[in-house]
């Protein structure tokens, strides 16, 4: 049990000191505003229309960029536990000699 604990406390440390890995999506894009269908007129529909438009392919970009930020933690997380699970194993290994 004891053993578990060091590894715990070993692995947050390692992840908590590893530099960061999040790519630099920049801001959220800003959401536009949408005009009172009611009462709005032709121009501004359409000007809300292209702002829309625009609003929907910034925000794939984003998105798709804090995917790849979030896949890219993911993997270096996975990477230092593997190579912290290959080191205990050697450790280990040394133990039963």
Known sequence: MFRLSIVSTVIVVSLA??????????ARPQTPTIP?????QIEDMK???????????????Y???QIKSAQSAIDARNEIVQ?????IDSFNGRLVE
């Open 17 to 26: 000191t590893t530099g960061p890995v999040a790519a630099d999506c920049g």
């Open 36 to 40: 009172n269908g009611a009462s709005a």
């Open 83 to 87: 190579r912290w699970n290959q080191e």
């Open 47 to 61: 000007a809300a229309s292209k702002a829309i438009e625009t609003f929907s392919e910034s925000m794939d970009n």
């Open 63 to 65: 998105a798709d960029c």
